[in-house]
């Protein structure tokens, strides 16, 4: 068993982020397995060496250790690249201009009780969907995902454990539905040259990842991975989809809550512990 923690280093940790690193690294630990780190900073124009440094210290104030060295997404840019050609080949990817008041405009007369809303924010109308065209060289490319689905092979189904690993996990089938509940999201940024959703796949793929822990706000967003994988020919890991950590009012903690810092907590005095206390563990 191989888990994974994987922040970008564009924040402080909060205690949605140590749930997430300690349930990894508890399951990892009882079953004899191995955690990894991976610093998720291919957003260079908000990832900062003293956020990084930061994780590292906090992670180890609560008592986490990982294996060594930790792979950062910056050095791996030519393997998205390589992937994003792979995509364009199969014919999944297409250039984009839109802004986000093109694709407002375009969305401007919703359905009544249609969610506008994907994981990667208001649900693109396909606008810029073309027929094959030259891979540009600096440019948004989506991926089609209306033919993506015609491409895959049949099995879309993933295994979901929750964070009870002893239990009997869930099948959850990726449908079609989700050519329209999350459209046609970018797989590649033009200042990145990748996305979150194709390094990650391919990342826990190259790390050797078996399980996958994360909020369960990203359930979605790990349809589309499932996705990706199939596409990419990648191995799929299980999945541990874990609750939130919301403050007092039921709203979640946002990365910009610094109020729930774990440095803040540390600051004021809190152990380890006590961390583990608060988020349930
Ligand atoms: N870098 C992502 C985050 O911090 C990782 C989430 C994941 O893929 O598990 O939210």
């Given at each position: 068993m191989r888990t994974r923690f994987a922040p970008s280093p564009t924040g402080p940790l909060h205690l949605g982020h140590a749930y997430s690193a300690l349930l990894a690294f508890d399951h990892a630990r009882k079953h004899s397995g191995e955690f990894l780190l991976r610093m998720e900073d291919i957003d260079q124009s908000r990832a900062r060496p003293h956020w990084e440094a930061q994780i590292y210290d906090d992670l180890q104030w609560l008592g986490i250790s990982w294996v060594t060295p930790v792979m950062r997404q910056s050095d791996h840019l030519p393997r998205y690249q390589d992937a994003i050609r792979k995509l364009h080949k199969l014919g999944l990817v297409y250039p984009c201009s839109c802004n986000r008041r093109d694709i407002e405009a375009a969305l401007c007369a919703p359905q009544e009780g249609v969610n506008r809303f994907g994981p990667d924010g208001l649900i693109y109308p396909g606008t810029c969907k073309s027929f094959h065209t030259p891979m540009p060289d600096k440019a948004v490319l989506r991926l089609n995902l209306a033919a993506a689905f015609d491409h895959l092979a049949n099995d879309l189904t993933f295994q979901e454990f929750g964070t009870d690993m002893d239990t009997q996990p869930q099948h959850i089938n990726v449908s079609r539905e989700l050519?329209?509940?999350?459209?046609?999201?970018?797989?590649?940024?033009?200042?990145?040259?990748?996305?979150?959703?194709?390094?990650?796949?391919?990342?826990?793929?190259l790390q050797g990842i078996t399980d996958v822990t994360r909020g369960e706000d990203l359930l979605e967003a790990t349809a589309l991975h499932v996705v990706l994988q199939n596409l990419l020919g990648l191995p799929r890991p299980r999945y541990h989809h874990h609750r939130l950590i919301r403050d007092e009012d039921g709203k979640r903690l946002a990365k910009r809550d610094d109020a729930r810092a774990i440095s803040q907590y540390r600051d004021a005095g809190a152990t380890a512990a006590d961390i583990r206390k608060m988020v349930g563990l």
């Open positions: 050519i329209e509940t999350a459209g046609d999201i970018i797989i590649s940024r033009k200042d990145m040259g990748t996305s979150y959703h194709l390094s990650v796949v391919l990342d826990d793929a």
